[in-house]
């Protein structure tokens, strides 16, 4: 097994998903700021023009590169992977970031609901990650990233599509932390808590979720999301910095993981609780 110094960012190509927004437009300022060339991956054709084009005038000495793809879509994976293998030989960084939300208990929504959370989710990345090996293996002292989420930790009820996503994701990354330090390539799997994005206002509804049930859950959610993403962009930074395979970001994400680890069956009826009592307080404020 080879063993990893700290990771140099400056003047290595960085491929970066989710790029447009949240985390990952945070990613990419940050990782501009450490020297590093970009290869930005969003479906969001003007909001990743306009994060490429504040990273070019920040960091003029770094190239810059968009491609626009929908990750739900397989033949999009495989020409983004094609594309950044012709362009870039060697890579230094991949940060799997994509990702989206479907809110519904497992009846409310449909298998094609649920196949597209697993496709952007999950298939992506592993699609991504298998065709980028060559490029990542070509750069001494490379690393890998997979953004899992908290409910890579726990699953709660009306996360089934997303949670099955983020465990499956969780344990592709630790099977390729090991196998890949063979390689001399790196790995962090990251859970982050409730991050300050535009996932909540972004996921799927189930199709036969009641419309009643709709808004009061966004509002849940979007009620727990207060966690800044350029605070978690930096800590998964220093993480890869470090080489560290496992990061969890916000007590959002560390208290439960406790709570799992004590009680592997019985946590969920405690995270619930917690996270109702939280928003009513948070209500009354």
Request: aromatic share 4%; proline share 5%.
């Amino acid at each position: 097994m080879t063993r990893l110094g700290y990771f140099r960012f400056a003047g290595r190509t960085a491929v970066l998903t989710g790029a447009a927004s949240g985390i990952g437009e945070q990613l990419a300022y940050q990782l501009g700021e450490l020297g590093s060339h970009l290869v930005l991956v969003d479906r969001d054709e003007p909001r990743l023009k306009l994060v490429a084009d504040r990273v070019r005038t920040s960091h003029p000495g770094i190239t810059v590169e968009t491609i626009v793809a929908d990750l739900a879509d397989r033949s999009q994976v495989e020409g983004v992977a094609t594309r950044i293998l012709a362009e870039h030989p060697a890579i230094g960084l991949l940060i799997n970031n994509a990702g989206i939300a479907l809110g519904g208990r497992f009846d409310q929504v449909t298998v094609e609901e649920f196949e597209t959370v697993m496709n952007v989710n999950f298939r992506a990345p592993m699609l991504l990650t298998h065709a980028l090996l060559p490029a990542l293996t070509a750069e001494p002292g490379s690393h890998l990233v997979n953004l899992s989420s908290l409910f890579g930790l726990i699953a709660p009820a009306g996360q089934s599509a997303y949670a099955a996503s983020k465990f499956a994701l969780r344990g592709l990354s630790q099977a390729l932390h090991t196998e890949l330090a063979e390689n001399g390539v790196g790995v962090t799997t990251v859970h982050p808590g409730g991050i300050r994005t535009r996932i909540a206002e972004s996921a799927i509804v189930g199709s036969n979720v009641p419309e009643a049930d709709i808004e009061p859950h966004k509002r849940l959610f979007a009620a727990l999301l207060t966690y800044p993403p350029e605070k978690a962009a930096r800590q998964i930074l220093v993480a890869v910095a470090k080489r560290k395979p496992r990061l969890l970001i916000a007590l959002s994400a560390k208290a439960p993981d406790v709570l799992a680890r004590l009680f592997p069956v019985g946590h969920a009826r405690v995270m619930q609780f917690l996270t109702t009592s939280s928003v009513k307080l948070g209500a009354r404020r």
